[in-house]
């Protein structure tokens, strides 16, 4: 038996071809070095799950599979939940536990750490994540503000009518100013037999909503100069950039940060040309603590997940979902994830018992493993694999004794964070906000009689030798906001394009 298994494993999983390294399998509770386990680089575009009870290990596959993603030269976009990922810029270090598990997978622990860069959608712990708002979109907007369907139709109305107008919404100031203008002010009349009425108390409750997203201090998110997607995609000699989201200071506000990252993902799948079949990707996403982008989701926005998940694979860009339990993806979406690591579950209670039983009908059938009796009794640091190999094809399940991540397995020093940022050109980047004349400045020029009469937001905003509507139209952001919303395969669901960068 053990023979066989050790030849179906290799068949299964080749060393000949470019791969990530996961570790070795496990049968009868012995560890066999010979049974190497990986995922072709080639097939690490479509898509994969992580999954695991608290405590299993999830976060650490995460680092091991961007630590090698990053040394095969693929740049890596991680959210960072806790704070604690920040450690993999330095090579880690051999203690008595990493000795024995290298030992018992005949595999050298080479430290190394990987270039990273880090982010923050508040400014204070990472260079700064920012989109306009209209960069963001309605529907994803509509997610943050938690608005039920009718809502969600007014406030696609003033996109709409923001986009036909050349208005552009750069920020919540923005679009408080244009709901104000068409519920309560001149454009109540203007909008009627176009768009429809805006009633008072719609547009009362999404006034509120907006003012209660301030009141969280989240502004910060929405603005110029948003981030360039680029900046995603950077190298540094040959091994691919890490880029860490940070956000432990968000950790309250999951629906702000897990639908800016979808935001993320959507302007990648808007940006980037068809890629076909690549020998490795151009960028793997993973979605930490996933099942936060799926809790209390609108169809309308479930359906765009799965849409944008299975098309951006043609992009060249994987997707990676950790979550605890596979039943927390929906199972369109998981339909679409070849790639699974599933850490150990546990079976403490009814509700677990059916999410065992539901888990082990989405893995082959295995002629070496009770499948529910092993996910059940895996150690920490193990996993029960099946990937795609080259031809797309599911391998072996294999119940495997993982690889250790070879740099710091937790965060820098509070000194060494900070010194990052100030080393980082990023950081800088994207340090100043810039107020630029928007639809705020354009609205009150049409309610004044002169835009002097009103008090500008910022001192940057006052122009003197060219009217404010003159002034807009050849700003950097309305460069591209003329095209239709309704545009493309996501039309108004995602809002406009991020437009060109000079």
């Known amino acids: 038996m053990k023979q066989e298994f050790i030849t179906a494993v290799q068949a299964s999983y080749p060393d000949n071809q470019p791969h990530i390294f996961l570790g070795c399998g496990v049968l009868n509770g012995e560890i066999l070095p010979d049974a190497r386990v990986n995922i072709p680089l080639s097939m690490m575009n479509r898509h994969g799950l992580?999954?695991?009870?608290?405590?299993?290990?999830?976060?650490?596959?995460?680092?091991?599979l961007a630590e090698q993603l990053s040394q095969a030269g693929v740049p890596v976009f991680l959210s960072d939940i806790k704070g604690d990922l920040s450690g993999m810029g330095k090579p880690g270090q051999q203690n008595p536990k990493i000795d024995e598990r290298a030992a018992a997978l005949n595999h050298p622990?080479?430290?190394?750490?990987v270039p990273i860069e880090l982010y923050s959608l508040s400014g204070k712990l990472g260079a700064q994540m920012r989109a306009t708002v209209m960069e963001f979109g309605p529907i994803l907007l509509a997610k943050v503000l938690e608005l039920n369907d009718t809502q969600t139709g007014v406030l696609s109305i003033l996109f709409k009518y923001a986009d036909d107008k050349k208005l552009p919404i750069v920020d919540l100031e923005d679009l408080k100013k244009v709901l104000n203008y068409l519920s309560e002010g001149p454009g109540k009349a203007e909008i009627k037999e176009r768009y429809g009425i805006i009633s008072a108390s719609t547009s009362g409750t999404i006034l509120r909503k907006i003012v209660a997203l301030e009141q969280q201090g989240v502004e910060a998110v929405f603005g110029e100069p948003s981030f360039d997607i680029s900046d995603l995609m950077l190298r540094v000699d040959g091994q691919g950039v890490v880029s860490l989201l940070n956000v432990s200071d968000m950790q309250d506000k999951p629906a702000v940060y897990s639908t800016f990252l979808l935001s993320l993902l959507v302007e990648l799948y808007e940006t980037l040309p068809e890629a076909g079949d690549l020998d490795k990707p151009k960028l793997v996403f993973f979605f930490d603590e996933a099942h936060l982008l799926f809790n209390d989701a609108p169809k309308a926005f479930l359906e765009q997940?799965?849409?944008?998940?299975?098309?951006?694979?043609?992009?060249?860009?994987?997707?990676?979902?950790?979550?605890?339990?596979?039943?927390?993806?929906?199972?369109t979406v998981l339909a679409q994830l070849g790639n699974r690591v599933q850490h150990v579950l546990r079976a403490f209670t009814p509700n677990d018992a059916k999410a065992l039983k539901d888990t082990v009908k989405t893995y082959p059938r295995s002629a070496f493993y009770e499948i529910d009796e092993t996910l059940t009794q895996m150690g920490i640091g193990q996993a029960l694999i099946t990937v795609l190999n080259a031809k797309g094809i599911p391998t072996e399940v294999v119940h495997t004794h993982l690889v250790p991540p070879v740099a710091v397995m937790g965060p820098l020093t509070a000194a060494e964070y900070q010194e990052h940022l100030h080393q980082s050109e990023l950081f800088a980047?994207?340090?100043?906000?810039?107020?630029?004349?928007?639809?705020?400045e354009i609205l009150n020029a049409r309610i004044q009689p002169s835009v002097e009469a009103e008090t500008p937001r910022s001192t940057s905003t006052a122009k003197k030798e060219k009217s404010v509507l003159e002034e807009v139209m050849s700003s950097s952001v309305t460069r591209s906001i003329g095209r239709e919303l309704v545009r493309g395969i996501f039309g108004v669901l995602f809002g406009s394009s991020k437009r060109s960068r000079r």
């Open 429 to 440: 980047k994207y340090a100043e906000t810039v107020n630029p004349q928007s639809a705020y």
């Open 50 to 64: 992580i999954a695991g009870a608290t405590g299993s290990g999830k976060t650490r596959t995460l680092q091991v």
């Open 109 to 113: 622990f080479n430290p190394l750490g």
């Open 305 to 331: 997940i799965e849409q944008i998940v299975r098309l951006i694979r043609s992009k060249g860009v994987g997707v990676f979902f950790c979550t605890q339990m596979a039943q927390d993806i929906p199972e």
